[in-house]
């Protein structure tokens, strides 16, 4: 069962020139001073460049690098200040041949960071919160992901309310898609992602990654952000962020099963050993 569904996802088409036949780790590269779990770590571009640098020797294959917090009521961030964040730290990973993507909901900023060498667009919002930023990546021509969730981070949690909540965030995720395709967006170039923690209760991220292959009907690949995430740890018992590797591995792994293509992690080398080990048993 697991390894049919690893194959259903390897038949999908490639996307953003990743080998198709095994799974991606995004390593997450924060340069903001409040995320949930990270936040305030890498003060410098030259703290952020080095823990960039590390991800990639650890075997990353995309570095996805963000400068606003979304976790649940974080403070917004204006555009520039944004761009001041993680502009520096694109460059120079660019420049080095890394594959980044920014983490962002603003078109200026996603326009910024193609300049500066970024390759694919990862927007929490689907392409919803700037109005310019569907003909911005269809002009373009990059790589993007479109990630589930309802409301913004700070009205997020008071919309989880859901009856079925897969057969809902696939079809509101079909509308995204289909926005994102008669903006000219072409679905080959789209991958989807069901929003873990993003206006979603602990049951319901747990349903969602459970039936995670339901999703796979709408033709794209899926990421998954399950790493250090505050279900994990309900279901762990780990108090902390930072004390959820196991527990972020394991789902992780099982989310593989599932039929996802990209792991979006915090802790890099842990996952791809795990990774390697995994595809080496089940692929
Ligand atoms: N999760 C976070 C941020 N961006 N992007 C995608 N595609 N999927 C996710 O699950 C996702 C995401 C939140 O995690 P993190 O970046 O560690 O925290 P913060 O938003 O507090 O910076």
Known sequence: MAEALTRLAARL???AGLAPERPAVMGVLNLTPDSFSDGGLLASADAAIAAGRAMLREGADII??????TRP?????????????????????????ALISVDTRNAATMAAALAAGAKIVNDISALTHDP????????????????????TPATMQEMAGYGDVLAEVRSELAVRLAAAEAAGIPRSRIVLDPGFGFAKKRAHNQALLQRLPELLSLGCRLLVGLSRKSFIGALSDSATPADRLGGSLA???????RGASILRVHDVAATVQAVRVWQALAG
């Open 132 to 151: 310019a930023a569907p003909a911005l990546v269809a002009e373009r021509g990059c790589p993007v992901v479109l990630m589930h969730m309802r409301g």
């Open 64 to 69: 996805d690098i963000g400068g606003e917090s």
């Open 73 to 97: 009521g974080a403070q917004v961030v204006a555009p520039e200040e944004e761009q001041r964040r993680i502009l520096p730290t694109i460059r120079a990973l660019a420049a080095e041949g």
């Open 13 to 15: 088409p490639p996307w």
């Open 251 to 257: 789902a992780g792994l099982y989310a593989l099963t």
